[in-house]
């Protein structure tokens, strides 16, 4: 029975060893790959977590990435832009954005897309967990990080955990130059050609919506962001994208209006805006612009800010 | 208490210190109190429901052994059976038969309040009710002797590694390795830890990857094209086996580490060349029961040519209906036994002596494995209309086009089926070759391991997916 118990230690304690050491070569290997990324996903969040001192920050999930044009905002305000918005993400990403940056500096400006419905969705527990490789080098987003499950602390010290299922995103932007959007378009991810309607369905119409029930959880993560940027000093925007498509005011909208007094933050929104609707050569599909959408879009939305600065 | 949460792996690890240290005759109060605790950490109050249902077969167990008068033991099998189906029925049936009721009602024009049950499906509770049945019928049938040690039988309906997924075991299997005197071996830890390391990487690396895309589809059925329909289906077939097989493994190599060895219950059924061949080795504990306690005592193939082949199909029917309460599952288990019954009504009809010279057995493996994915247009359906939409647009009405959806996942999802695919190949075709986790090498061993659990940290998922067999 001793020996066994030698033995299986033994063993124990080899696996462990083996492994910690596999874990901690991969570890310096995806380290050394993510901060020499070109362009892509990583460098973004690099810049964005850790670099980015522009004057403007954008911040949002793909309609903000594809939205707004970076040049256009700096050649109306005469402000530097960065445009931190990633697809797929909602307010906790956001909310790891505001912790990395407040703690770096105070942008002058922040331009937030939300959604016209993001209040009816669940608070994300998943989709930033991207930032993982982020986790210890970024003290000010772990507790965000950590929310996902009560064992993240635990995990979070293996290095294969942190850049865990990865490897395409790390290593794509070696091999296709600019897929995830041009470093010189400065976080923007511009969409190139035109939504091709189905002539089959009408679309001069609104799009009617089963009402949802918003969520609690996600309305106070949202609270915390606002009243953050509202703490800090930074003049907030909150931009609501148009579609295709109109769409009614949606309870969504109404929560933003009551929360724009409390938290000090403006409102644009172009939701039904005549610019957009409609005008199948101005988005590339039915909820985001392509490129000359984008800069029209930019070009408004910066304008009304101008006009507001100067109010 | 999920098996791939770092609760359970606490859990295990404290037992195992435990199990190992106290004298060999305690040890069955161990195991019975982890896995009545495993057990309430889903529903404390479930509990109730395993300790009647042991309570029951117990007694009623040693009652027909005892008895000499054959209606008597007979009536006595009923009452556990029909006490034992009561409490499965009651929990997982009710509302599904209650709805149909209505429904059917509701289609003549008939319209009544329908009356609601609002419970939770206990967990396991198909497993754990069929293994007390087998328990109480091979008694009856003079197969295996009554254990009069409560305690031991509990654990018999409890053991907490099979006992919310199987295997399902049989008692004159189980109960005596339970009493036999077990010291700490090497050989078990070893084989034990990597059996479960297995069943992590299929559960974490390969079922709970391609969930994320099969999801994705079936939740949308309407806006996704034929091939990915298609797609989908295909990587749910292996989504299912390795969700449910990595329990299995999970099970069977926590079993082991206490030396105790679960029966096997999937023999790589991907492999399959026929739909017989399926079925010896998929769910094999499942199967074996439904031939000895459904097949058999329908008469089995001793009987006239059609009734055999309804016995097959009946078989089947029930096998659909023990899966979920769901009309899915019940056309799912009637998809099953026509293929069964066509495929031993066509080996015994049509002479293909001059084909048999060829080998056959990757056409086969192709045809099984295309009438697999068919079977899952509506086992993985939400509902009947959905497994019907799917077949329209696969057959009838082609939409072209494809979704990866996330590339990254598509990936991922594509190097766990590859892996998983040409490890099965080399255990089947080339068994004793190319051994790693089992090489005569220490060394190789033992950096083989440590890869292998480095593979499961870098591809698996740990967001802690459910068990899809917890549902039945």
Known sequence: MKNVIIRISRNIIFLILLVAIIDILFGVIFNFIMYNSPDGRYFKSIHTLETSTADILI???????????????????????????RGGQSIP??????????????????????????????????????????????????????RKSNNEKYLMFSSLYRYNSVFYYLFRSFVIHGIDGDVKMKGMKPRIGSIKLDTSLNYKHKIERDEKTLKEETILELEILLKKFNEAGVQLYVVISPDFQPGDKTPSIDVYNKLSEKYNFKIINLMNDNDFIYKPELFKDAAHLNLEGANILSNKVAKKIKSMLHN | ????????????????????????????????????????????????????????????????????????????????????????????????????????????NVFYNKPILDVLLPVGISFYTFQTLSYTIDVYRGNTKPERHFGKFAVFVSFFPQLVAGPIERSNRFIPMLKKKKKLSYHNISE????????????????????????????????????????????????????????????????KIMGIDLMENFRRPNLASSIGDLWNRWHISLSTWFRDYVYIPLGGNRVSIDRFYLNLFLTFLISGLWHGANWTFVLWGVYHGMFMVMEVFLKKNVKISFLRKFNFTILGIIIVFIIKVGSYFFFRANSVSDSFFIFRRVFYDWKPGFSA????????????????????????????????????????????????????????????????????
């Open chain 1, 59 to 85: 911040m949002g999930s793909s309609k903000a990435e594809t939205n707004f044009n970076p040049h256009v905002f700096e050649k109306t305000l005469g402000l530097s832009v960065w445009n931190s918005g």
């Open chain 1, 93 to 146: 990403f956001f909310r790891c954005v505001q912790e990395a940056t407040l703690k770096r500096y105070i942008p002058k400006i922040v331009i937030l897309n939300l959604g016209a419905y993001r209040l009816e969705n669940e608070l994300d527990k998943n989709r930033y967990m991207f930032l993982k490789p982020f986790y210890w080098s970024h003290p000010e987003i772990r507790p965000i990080l950590e």
């Open chain 2, 1 to 108: 208490m999920l098996f791939n949460s770092v609760d359970f792996l606490l859990f295990f690890l404290v037992v195992i210190i435990v199990y190992y240290s106290i004298h060999d005759k305690y040890r069955w109060i161990l195991l019975l109190l982890s896995s009545y605790y495993f057990y309430m950490c889903w529903k404390p109050e479930y509990l109730v429901l395993i300790l009647s249902s042991t309570t029951v077969d117990y007694f009623v167990a040693i009652k027909i052994s005892e008895i000499k008068v054959q209606s008597r033991k007979k009536k006595l099998l009923y009452f556990s059976l029909i006490f034992n189906l009561s409490l499965l029925f009651f929990f997982k049936y009710f509302n599904f038969f209650n709805n149909s009721v209505h429904d059917f009602f509701q289609a003549f």
């Open chain 2, 192 to 255: 034990g830890f990597k059996i479960m390391l297995w069943g992590f990487f299929m559960k974490l690396v390969v079922a709970d990857r391609l969930s994320i895309y099969v999801d994705m589809v079936y939740n949308d059925l309407n806006n996704q094209s034929s091939l990915t329909i298609i797609t989908a289906s295909s990587f749910f077939l292996f989504q299912i086996y390795c969700d449910f097989a990595g329990y299995s493994y999970i099970a069977i190599g926590a079993a």
């Open chain 2, 405 to 472: 959806g996330d590339l990254n996942i598509f990936i991922l999802c594509l190097v766990g089926i590859t892996i998983l695919t040409l490890i099965e190949i080399k255990q089947e075709y080339f068994p004793g070759k190319f051994l790693i986790l089992h090489n005569k090498n220490y060394y190789i061993r033992l950096i083989g391991t440590a890869i292998f659990i480095a593979i499961i940290f870098y591809l698996g998922v740990f967001d802690g997916g459910q068990f899809i067999y917890f549902q039945f």
